[in-house]
């Protein structure tokens, strides 16, 4: 069994909320600083997506080099989600099966695909709702689009 209860809050939203200090990990491991690049196994759709989403949430402390395996499954379902969605689109709702009319398949991998999108976007912060409980701190001088880091 599972565990029970939400989703466990990060250390640095712990502090912004005033948490009690004894529910307070202090001694969180901290990701070193490297470089942050896309899985050379990635997938061509896959990295395009990368290449969109990666720099700001790094600019903005969310992506680490210890995160790179789990958003690049964020990408990979985004990229199923949407050669799935072409498939449907270019196609009927219902196909020609072996025992007469059946859903498309396309659209179960679709909806497997959006699943594992939205699960993994939330983690990130990719979503409004998710964001709304994101602060960070934000540099008025940078013109280029960058969030700020994320305040701890």
Not at 59 to 82: H, M
Request: aromatic content about 6%; glycine content about 10%.
């Amino acid at each position: 069994m599972g565990k029970r209860g939400p989703d466990a809050k990060p250390t640095a939203l712990r502090i912004l909320h005033g948490d009690r200090k004894d529910r307070i990990n202090d001694a969180e491991p901290v990701p070193p600083t490297s470089d942050i690049t896309c899985p050379d196994w990635a997938s061509g759709q896959a990295r395009g997506i990368w290449e969109r989403l990666a720099p700001g949430l790094e600019a903005s402390g969310v992506l680490t080099a210890w995160d790179t395996d789990a958003f690049l499954v964020l990408c990979e379902a985004l990229a199923r989600y949407k050669s799935a969605t072409q498939l449907v689109n270019g196609s009927a709702l219902l196909v020609q099966g072996g025992s007469g009319l059946m859903k498309n398949p396309a659209l179960q991998i679709q909806a497997e695909a959006e699943r594992t999108f939205l699960t993994f976007a939330s983690r990130f912060g990719l979503t409004p709702s998710d964001r709304q409980s994101i602060k960070v701190e934000v540099n008025r001088d940078d013109h280029t689009g960058a969030a700020g880091r994320l305040l701890s």
